[in-house]
């Protein structure tokens, strides 16, 4: 069991939460079943994606985790927009940690033991705080590398509000359903979707620099001996002294990235995909 800090989980109670998240996000929170997860996406008018969630549901209750830098703007944001919904929102001490495949044993916990990440076999689970007091920063840093190879990044402070769904390729993780109903920034991501003007296009690569690349920072990505500007969305550092990063780019995806510089470093990209 590894504790993820730069996770937290909020709670959504009452007789609309369901109706209520399904209505603020873009996936289809209405269709799934007790027990069910799916990732989404919480977007802004303008359709940029303010956080990356996995909705998990628990009888009549969701659980939703997201990054914990985003958690109490996230919160008194839908606190607005929760009107005469019958629905409580609770930003929950538990801890967040995640467990591999191989873990049999359910942690004690009072709220959701296991929820599955979509996709794949890694789980999360809400534990009480004492549990997972100790944080195995290398072992951290692992599981958040894994799931940047996968496509999953949830967004922080400064990439918050930057970026439409599909830039990020968050249709990729089921986080955007087109056959739903209204939800904010709604006309823009469809509209987008349909008409195919995504302009910029999520890649992952794998490289070895001499310092991750920090969120919104500009990076040159090569192909064919032509440069394009990229802008990085997150990076993960591999234990093998490699990093994956997720950049969103203009270069086209038929093309292949061969290299990437940064800060006046080049360096050989050995895996690409996005």
Known sequence: MVKLTYLSALRFSGADAGSFLHNQLSAD??????GESTFAC????KGRVLALMLVHRVDVTYYVILSSALAKMVTERLKIYRMRSRVDIEVLSEAVAGLSADDKA???STLAPRIRVPGCAMQLALTVADITTDTDTIAQAAWKHAELQMGITWLDAETSGEFLPQMLGFEQLGAV???KGCYPGQEIVARTHYLGKVKRHPRLLHCKLAA?????EKASMFADGQAYEAIIADCGPGQDGSICLLAVTRMGPELTAAEIEYKGETAAIFQAGG
Request: hydrophobic share 30%; charged share 15%.
């Open 106 to 108: 359910a942690p004690a």
């Open 177 to 179: 359903n087109y056959r």
């Open 29 to 34: 929170v209405l269709g799934l079943g007790n």
């Open 42 to 45: 919480y977007c802004e008018p």
């Open 212 to 216: 991750c690349p920090k969120p919104m």
